[in-house]
């Protein structure tokens, strides 16, 4: 990560570049909402893809599901959603704008006071004691911190009445409890075995100036493993590992990521750990990683009366599995990831190029086909056929070489293949490494072999 780079910089940048762009904006924006465009989607994707590459592909003991985003209410009673879930949010009297007072404490501090273990009491305390403003208006005259449960409620049918009332999931773990009993039986799974899904949650959060860190629409990818309880925290230790090593694996740094131990644990939790990443606005969450007991099982075999009961073939023994869970935020890693490519350098003819670091293989395009000149267009796009038959390919030849090389840089573009003259007559081109901005010739019918090679990712 740059040490220049800001949260406003990176927001242009995604704008101008074709990242991620304001929900609505043709209407005056909505409020924490934004649409990803023909670039960001690309590297989203590639993360997205990367992550059920290693969690899901290459684990024999993980099963994937796409379960759906409306589900029977009762479903949010036995996970406690509608009775307990909710989060400390208090208003400015000034501008009348809601906030999370937990989110206050935290980003006044840097992420360096642990907000999770705190009382409504202490949230207040603190927000007192260090006069934390409105960010909105800059006021500081606020209500008491009062619980709000952050579910989106829509009705099912045609009357708009409390037997036809369901929610918008706040999260996706529970598609894979309920489908617990399904994957064993269809998948012939032994515990023990996970469940895995990316998909679509949606929280009434309110929470301005962090960009993609906190969304009220957000993809989560996780996993639920099921296991006995003697093994659950060996599985456990091992998520936590997993996961600090997939980040760091994508090109998050080592020095930007740490375990923090949760303070204060739920009811039914024997243990809890989030991996934090240190953005511009300070150390937050990334993802995290829960032993959640039996809880959620229990429940749901108590309000549907089916046995969520696992028989042992081997010892005959009938136990409910706890759960250990990993949960990452898609649009909160790909935040974390353009923070972390992001990169200003300066270049030796005194110019500063901006450059997205990205590994190459989540970079929204592998490679750019760039004809010198015009005429040469024909040419650069019987190149562009063949490879985008197996890669994302750019196509750019508007402006001086140098220019839409920079254009590329901007946007994380690892290859860029440049068609020129001497290619009519030897097949061969210059490709060019983003990163070291050095070029080679290769012939046309090496391209394919040479940019895979490059971009694996392990």
């Not at 303070?263 to 990334?286: M, N, R, T, V």
């Not at 009961?309 to 706890?322: I, M, S, V």
């Amino acid at each position: 990560m740059d040490n220049n780079l800001t949260m406003d910089k990176l927001v242009a940048l995604c704008k101008s570049r074709g990242f991620v762009f304001p929900g609505s904006e043709i209407y005056g924006g909505f409020a924490n909402t934004w649409d990803f465009g023909p670039v960001g989607v690309e590297l989203k994707n590639n993360i997205k893809r990367a992550w059920w590459k290693r969690f899901v592909q290459e684990d024999p003991l993980t099963y994937g599901v796409d379960a759906a985003i409306l589900m029977n209410p009762t479903v949010w009673e036995a996970s406690g959603h509608v009775a307990s879930f909710g989060d400390p949010k208090m208003d400015c009297k000034k501008c009348k704008q809601r906030f999370r007072a937990d989110t206050l404490v935290e980003n006044h501090s840097k992420g360096l006071v642990s907000a999770e273990a705190m009382t409504n009491e202490e949230l207040m305390q603190y927000i007192e004691k260090h006069h934390i403003c409105c960010p909105h208006c800059g006021g500081f005259d606020w209500t008491p911190i009062r619980k709000f449960n952050p579910m989106f409620v829509t009705s099912r049918g045609t009357l708009e009445d409390e037997a036809d009332k369901v929610y918008l999931r706040p999260e996706t773990c529970q598609g894979e409890y309920v489908n617990f009993l399904n994957v064993q039986r269809t998948a012939r799974a032994k515990v023990p075995f996970a469940i895995a899904q990316i998909g679509k949650s949606f929280r009434n959060e309110i929470t301005p100036g962090n960009f993609l860190f906190r969304t009220i629409e957000f993809e989560q990818m996780e996993l639920q493993m099921f296991c006995h309880e003697n093994d659950s925290m060996n599985f456990y230790s091992n998520y936590k590992e997993r996961a600090l090593k997939f980040a760091e694996d994508l090109g998050l740094s080592a020095d930007h990521l740490r375990f923090h131990d949760h303070d204060k644990l739920a009811h039914y939790a024997k243990a809890a750990c989030d991996i934090q990443y240190l953005f511009p606005i300070g150390w937050q969450e990334l993802n995290g990683i829960h032993h959640r007991g039996t809880w959620d099982l229990s429940r749901h075999q108590q309000y549907s009366g089916k046995s969520m009961l696992y028989l042992d073939p081997f010892t005959n023994e009938k136990f409910l599995p706890n759960v250990i869970e990993y949960s990452i935020g898609a649009d909160r890693l790909t935040l974390a990831i353009l923070c972390q490519a992001y990169q200003e350098e300066k270049l030796e003819n005194g110019e500063t190029r901006v450059v997205m670091h990205f590994h190459p293989a989540i970079a929204p395009y592998k490679v750019a086909i760039l004809p010198l000149q015009k005429n040469l267009s024909d040419k650069a796009k019987e190149v562009y056929s063949l490879l985008s038959k197996e890669f994302m390919c750019d196509y750019d030849e508007a402006g001086s070489i140098g220019k839409r090389y920079r254009r590329q840089d901007e946007i994380g573009t690892p290859f860029a293949v440049t068609i020129d003259f001497d290619t009519l007559d030897d097949q061969t081109v210059t490709i060019r490494d983003r990163d070291s901005m050095e070029q080679i010739r290769l012939k046309i019918d090496d391209l394919i072999q040479y940019i895979s090679s490059k971009i694996k990712f392990n």
